[in-house]
């Protein structure tokens, strides 16, 4: 299946490119947008914490100027996934 973005070859089965990661074709199991944010205070994340109900820290990927990144558990999707963290002066902007 030829990416409309970039023209790159896909296996038949793929629902992203491979190589610039657009959606190849509209697909019931595809959401619009995975991405949401949240505006809260946030503790100490530590290893075996929950956020938000749902995110079970497994542990923590890196951190720099803009936040930190947690490898967590999604007890919703059933899936380990990353999940970033902004610092709240970040967030505001």
Do not use: W
Not at 11 to 27: I, Q, R, V
Not at 61 to 90: C, N, Q, S, W
């Amino acid at each position: 299946m030829k990416c409309p973005k970039c023209q790159y070859e896909n296996p038949e089965d793929t629902f992203y490119c491979g190589k610039c990661a657009a959606p190849l074709a509209p697909h019931k199991d595809i959401s619009g947008s995975q991405t949401e944010t949240l505006q809260m205070s946030v503790p100490e994340l530590t290893t075996g914490s929950t956020l938000a109900g749902r995110y079970q820290v497994i542990e923590e990927l890196g951190h720099g100027g803009m936040g930190r990144v947690y490898k967590v558990f999604d007890t919703d999707i059933k899936e380990k996934i990353a999940l970033k963290l902004l610092r709240p002066e970040i967030a505001l902007d």
